[in-house]
Structure formats: C-alpha cells, structure tokens
C-alpha cells in the first residue's frame, strides 16, 4: 500500500475503522461468497481464511451477521 503502519492507522480512524475490524468485515464477505457459493465444508472455509479453528470462524460468524455459518448456507440454498 506504499504508506506505514501509522498513516494506515489514522486514514482507518478517520473512516471509523480499525485494522481487525476491517479484517472482520472482508472475511465475513468473502465466507458469505464461499457458503453461498459453494459446496466447500465449513471446515475448510473457516481455514482458507485463516481462523485456526471452525469454532472460531462460526463464533465470528454468527457475532457478524447474526447467523451461523450453516444456517446462512441453507437460507441461500432455499432461495435458489
């Protein structure tokens, strides 16, 4: 991103973000994506990105959007 970590941090403050918070966000997308998306295992979506445990990929999951990682994929699969 050519900027250092400082800058980055107050260009987030700014916004009304912080780092993880933002990592939150763009994880939770990208495993809407996947569970909607695909046939992968929670499993394997929780560790494609980076949760060392589907626990926690389901904890951080439902904390986000409300639901559970499996709910969220049957509601997709009903509305097909």
Do not use: H, K, W
């Not at 994880?27 to 626990?55: C, F, H, K, N, W």
């Amino acid at each position: 991103m050519d900027t250092n970590v400082r800058t980055l941090q107050r260009t987030l403050n700014r916004e009304g973000l912080d780092y993880r918070g933002l990592v939150n966000v763009i994880r939770v997308q990208r495993a809407r994506e996947l569970l909607g998306g695909t046939q992968m295992s929670i499993t394997d979506i929780s560790s494609q990105l980076g949760y060392s445990a589907p626990a926690n990929f389901a904890r951080a999951f439902r904390r986000i959007t409300g639901v559970a990682p499996s709910d969220f994929r049957m509601f997709c699969r009903r509305s097909l």
